[in-house]
């Protein structure tokens, strides 16, 4: 198998315009294409019909699009060395406190998500996305516990083990599906509880866990 370095030094130009390809087609995501119309409507309201001005806009948002992947691709990359080190019963213990932070997170409504539209409109249209954003939530979790203990199963039965130490790989991976479902059980309470309180209605605040 030829390395990814041995590809890239051999191929530089073919590497960097792949690399620029990539990040063309991981750009069109629903995040990116959900902000296309506002940025036409800031740009078509504030340029005044100035081409020069409507360029300096559109370039500025396009600059700061590519400075925010940068930085998410910088954080995902110190992550990944973070984690891939360490070996043996350590990754797992990474990974565990990874997901019980992420759990604690859902439960105290203090996961990264979007301010403008979870908190702008009416009480109702509040209540309703607050439920809506710890519905999915729910689901994509749920569907990782699923999905993962196929994983696990795979692991235990053709005996697969961790590299390094040699120990059965499935001691790692069984803890996914069951703290995955502990996030989605969270989350679903989290549903259930907003339901059950209403929205400060003099002010855009937060729900409370």
Known sequence: ????????????????????????????????????????????????????????????????????????????????????????????VLIVLALVAGSAAVARDQHIRIEYFAEG????????LARFGALMVALLFGLMAVLSVRVVWDDYRFGE???????????YSVWLPLISALIAARAIGLFIRRGRQAPPADHHGDFQA
């Open 121 to 128: 409109g009416s009480v109702a249209r509040r209540k309703l």
């Open 161 to 171: 083990t961790s590299p390094g130490i040699g120990v059965p790989q499935w001691w």
């Open 1 to 92: 198998m030829i390395e990814s370095e041995a590809l890239i030094a051999t191929y530089p130009v073919a590497a960097a315009a792949t690399a620029l390809l990539a990040g063309v087609a991981s750009s069109v995501s629903p995040c990116t294409v959900a902000a296309v119309p506002l940025v036409i409507g800031y740009v078509g309201g504030y340029a005044d019909g100035s081409r020069r001005r409507a360029f300096l806009y559109a370039a500025a948002f396009v600059l700061g699009l590519a400075l925010a992947f940068t930085g998410v691709g910088l954080a995902i990359a110190l992550a990944g060395a973070m984690f891939l080190p360490a070996g043996g019963i350590w990754r797992g």
